[in-house]
């Protein structure tokens, strides 16, 4: 299915106006006043096909959203060569002091994919060169882990989109900030992986180890 052409998201807006910010009038209001206080920092892909609000069903100001290539998420150290990433993680934790960040990964992650093609040297291209080694590590972690074994691309594909959740976990884990509230009991992080083509998604559960159905987590 193709996107959507430029005159159809305008025509779209009109109706948003006409219909969804009439009936939620006093939300905006509200928001606009009171400013805004999300107890959730939702961290995924800049994907168009990933809609954290559509996954979600949240309303504005329920999320604070940080959309990043792959999502992933520069280890502190690297904070100030990759400082918008770094400052939208520290505005949420340290600022608007969110309880929560979920880590949301994908199927057919064009990032993860691209951690085993060759990118050429191309001026048009050397950010995105540069970004993708924020995932070297996940990237070495995956082939010492299948070594010697034979893996198809479907299978090498999601198994590096779940190992890349865990390890920006742990990249979470350097900053100052998430690492004092996650101590205190303040803060708790969470890592999904949405699966594009069923609509369904998979929370990383830490004791054992492993992806399960997101409604488990309720139980």
């Known amino acids: 299915m193709e996107g959507k052409d430029l005159n159809t998201l305008i025509k ?6 006409k219909n969804y910010y009439e009936k939620n009038k006093e939300l905006f209001r509200k928001l606009a006043e009171e400013g805004q206080k999300p107890k959730v920092f939702f961290i995924t892909c800049s994907d168009s096909r990933v809609a954290p609000n559509i996954i979600t069903q949240s309303d504005p100001g329920d999320l604070f959203v940080l959309r990043v290539i792959g999502n992933f998420v520069p280890p502190h150290e690297h904070a100030l060569e990759y ?14 002091k969110v309880e ?27 950010a995105i060169k540069k970004w993708l080694k924020v995932a070297e590590p996940v990237k070495k972690y995956v ?4 070594e010697n074994k034979t893996v198809d691309k479907e299978k090498l594909a999601e198994l590096t989109e779940k190992i890349s959740i865990k390890f920006q976990i742990e990249n979470l884990m350097t900053y100052p900030g998430v690492k004092r509230r996650v101590e205190n009991g303040e803060l708790s992080i969470h890592g999904w992986y949405f699966r594009i083509d069923t609509g369904e998604i998979e929370y990383y559960d830490l004791e054992k180890d492993e992806f399960l159905p997101l409604e488990l987590y309720l139980k």
């Open 12 to 17: 779209n807006y009109m109706e948003y106006k």
């Open 143 to 146: 082939l010492e882990k299948i």
């Open 83 to 96: 400082s918008g990433v770094a400052s939208a993680i520290e505005y949420a934790v340290s600022v608007l």
């Open 100 to 126: 929560h960040i979920i880590i949301c990964g994908h199927s057919q992650c064009g990032a993860c994919t691209s951690l085993y093609q060759d990118i050429p040297d191309d001026p048009e291209m050397m």
